[in-house]
């Protein structure tokens, strides 16, 4: 566990921390006991400072050994980043992109390669790696390095990651990794002030129409098809308003069209938006991103572009608009949040997608990330499947609705509760809605003053009846759409009819109560 720092010792630049040297001891000492050919693993959460260490690790590391280095990424962009942070580390290193030129090699001790041009320059025996002694993998999480594995039989490999779970299950990290070193938690950093912390709002949504692609990932299309409906859309707009109004937010999206359906509803509400995709040209994307760091209150929606490899430390918050069944983008999305800025010390992430229930907390300390490693299959397992998710949610009122129904100590009804109980008293299921509409009408009619405001309270539980709604048509097992609207639509009307007839009794059982 970190203790306070000093803030005379958290200077910017080349400046380590005591945690960041600590962990280059640790794989320091791995580099004089394990063989030439050991593949070490080192985790640390996103803003940790990972390019900060393995670029100290590649300044001393050319200081003591007679071989060169060679650091992997698997975006240009990332490639450039890194070539930066060395360079201010003092080490010379050469960028191996599609249009280097490769006659001067000799001249430097370290390079700096995108996996892929990396792989076809091997081929092509462009590069002479004869002499690498370390090669370092940056997000190596990813499995498109391992192909490249069989080049460098002879070399230390070092890979560093957030989180090392494997983008495929069928490649587990384990298979190519000798052992894994944990840094820093996410609550110590927070504890520390190193990283802001994360107010998490979760908004429960229906996930179940979601399609599971061949990556283990939800397709875009079926994630557009919910993410782009009016319902969704709401959602999303009230829960900005609610939680992120005037922030400079980050919203993720799986699919651009979806983003672009993002951008219209923020657009034709007034607000400073901008849409980002791979599509974009790099000097639009220079000039959007340029105009989001200078933009007090900005709003930039994307898709998955700026998981990596996007440092704006002035965000102050995430919205999820989107769910994902990897864990890595979880942690991705949210760490863009996560840099401490002058007076930040924390920001708000909404999620939209279950991911908070699937995952747990952001920086939770259930996650034990060597059991993960080593044990990969285990842990995905142990994930709780859509239908699952949405079996233990309890529908919670908005703050403002909740508001109106201040008087009622109690708003939730329990839907599968009064259901077990229906079919164990051999009663029909048609009396679970029956119940549910009584509750309903008790808690109106128990925060109005006449008729008139109890009819317009019914208005407010819109989200609760369809939530209501399709517990129920889980319970019975029949859940088609045009079942789900034609039933949404009688509970209505009964409600309301039931509260007219039922008014003045109802009222006066509750006034003699009080």
């Known amino acids: 566990m970190l203790t306070t720092v000093d803030k005379e010792e958290r200077k910017e630049g080349k400046e380590l921390y005591h945690y960041q040297k600590g962990a280059i001891e640790k794989i320091f000492d791995c580099f004089e006991s394990a063989a030439e050919d050991y593949h070490l693993l080192y985790q640390l959460p996103t803003g940790g400072g990972k390019t900060v260490i393995f670029s100290e690790i590649v300044s001393q590391y050319l200081k003591t050994r007679k071989k060169k280095v060679l650091v992997m990424t698997h975006r240009i962009e990332l490639c450039k980043q890194t070539s930066s942070v060395l360079t201010e580390f003092g080490v010379a290193n050469k960028v191996v992109d599609s249009k280097a030129r490769l006659d001067d ?36 999480h990813y499995n498109s390095f391992t192909k490249l594995f069989k080049f460098f039989d002879k070399s230390f490999i070092l890979g560093v990651t957030a989180t090392p779970l494997s983008s495929n299950i069928e490649l587990p990290m384990t298979d190519n990794y000798n052992e894994l070193i944990v840094g820093e938690s996410i609550e110590s950093l927070i504890d520390n002030r190193f990283l802001a912390k994360a107010n998490m709002f979760s908004y429960n949504v229906g996930l179940t129409s979601l399609v599971v692609g061949a990556n283990g990932d939800y397709t875009v299309k079926s994630s557009e098809d919910l993410y782009t409906n009016n319902e969704m859309l709401s959602k999303l707009m009230e829960a900005y308003t609610e939680r992120c109004a005037g922030q400079k937010t980050l919203i993720f999206n799986n699919g651009i069209n979806t983003s672009l359906f993002v951008y219209d509803l923020f657009r034709r509400a007034g607000l400073p938006i901008a849409h980002l995709d791979n599509t974009t040209t790099k000097k639009e994307r220079a000039n959007i991103l340029k105009w989001f760091k200078n933009t007090p209150g900005a709003i930039l929606t994307s898709v998955s572009i700026l998981t990596t490899g996007f ?204």
């Open 311 to 514: 440092d704006e430390p002035s965000v102050e918050a995430i919205i999820l608009n989107r769910a994902t069944k990897s864990l890595t983008l979880y942690y991705q999305m949210i760490g863009r949040g996560s840099r401490i800025y002058k007076a930040k010390d924390s920001f708000n992430v909404i999620d939209l997608g279950n991911n908070f229930h699937r995952f747990g907390p952001w920086g939770s300390t259930n996650l034990d990330w060597q059991r993960i490693f080593k044990y990969p299959s285990h842990y995905l397992d142990g994930i709780l499947s859509d239908e699952d998710l949405e079996n233990n949610f309890k529908y919670e009122m908005p703050e403002a609705i909740r508001l109106s129904f201040s008087k009622s100590e109690e708003v939730y009804f329990d839907i599968n509760k009064t259901y077990i109980e229906s079919i164990r008293r051999g009663e029909s299921s048609k009396v679970v809605l029956k119940r549910s509409i009584e509750q309903h009408a008790k808690i109106c009619i128990e925060n109005s003053e006449d008729i008139f405001d109890a009819l317009t309270l019914i208005k407010l539980l819109d989200d609760d009846i369809e939530f209501r709604i399709n517990r129920y048509s889980k319970c019975i097992s029949k859940s088609t759409h045009n079942f789900l609207a034609w039933l949404k639509e009688d509970y209505k009307k009964k409600l309301r009819s039931f509260l007219r007839l039922n008014f003045d009794v109802i009222k006066s059982e509750l006034s003699l109560k009080s």
């Open 105 to 140: 090699q000799k001249d430097f001790d370290c390079f700096v390669a995108m996996v892929e041009t990396l792989n076809n320059r091997l081929k092509d025996d462009k590069l002479d790696i004869s002499d690498i002694g370390l090669v370092i993998i940056d997000e190596a």
